[in-house]
Every structure is written in C-alpha cells, then in structure tokens.
C-alpha cells in the first residue's frame, strides 16, 4: 500500500474527527426519541393514552374478549388476548416510539408514541 506514505498526521486526525462525529450523530438524529406513551386503539379509535411512567393495567374489550395491556415504566406489552394465534402477545414489550403490537382479531392495537414521529419506509 503505497498510498499510506502520503498520509500526513493531519489527514489522520481529520479522519479520526469525522468517525467520533459520525459515530456520536447516529444515535442523537437516528432514533426517534424516548418514548414517553401509549397508545391503545380498540377498532380504529384511541381506547386511551397512557403515560410510561406509571405501572399500570389496562382491560380493552373488543369483539372476541378482553385483551389485557401491561404498562410498567418505559415500557408496555399485550399480556394476553383472545385471538387464536398470539401474535401481538409474542411481541412481548415495546419500548421505542413507532413500536406496534396488533391484535388484529380482537381489534386492539397498542403502539409506543414518542415527542417526535418516527417514520419508516412504509410511512414514507
């Protein structure tokens, strides 16, 4: 490699700054932020929003039963659900914003909300 006989300690220290800025931006502009809610639609509509701070349980009914969410702090999950394969209950616990568990059968969704939208390539 006769190419590192020009590099200079400058060049060095130029290459070296731009990987600790690229490696410091990644997660300050790739993330979508905390999460600080969620939320629970039963059939389309917000069933309730609820704050990620909080431990708490939530019953939603929809048309096959009652579905069952968990909220514990900086994270919810579906802990169980009448729905035939258990797919949203499988996900197990959300945690970053634009997170979604769907209980397609039974109607319920929940899905983690941060202060900032997080877009993915199907929202784009």
């Known amino acids: 490699m006769p190419w590192l006989a020009l590099i200079r300690p400058g060049d060095w220290l130029v290459l070296l700054l731009g990987a600790a800025v690229v490696g410091l931006s990644v997660p300050m502009f790739w993330q979508g932020g905390l999460a600080d809610r969620a939320i629970v639609r039963q059939e389309g509509r917000v069933f309730a929003e ?3 701070k909080a431990k708490k349980q939530l019953a939603v009914p929809g048309p096959l039963g009652t579905t069952l969410i968990a909220v514990e702090p900086g994270r919810a999950r579906v802990v169980s659900d009448p729905g035939p394969r258990q797919y ?4 197990g616990w959300l945690m970053r914003p634009g997170e979604i568990a769907i209980c397609a059968p039974n109607r319920v969704s929940l899905q983690i909300a941060g202060r900032t939208k997080v877009y993915d390539s199907l929202s784009y």
């Not at 949203?88 to 996900?91: A, I, N």
């Open 88 to 91: 949203c209950v499988k996900q």
């Open 50 to 52: 609820i704050d990620l």
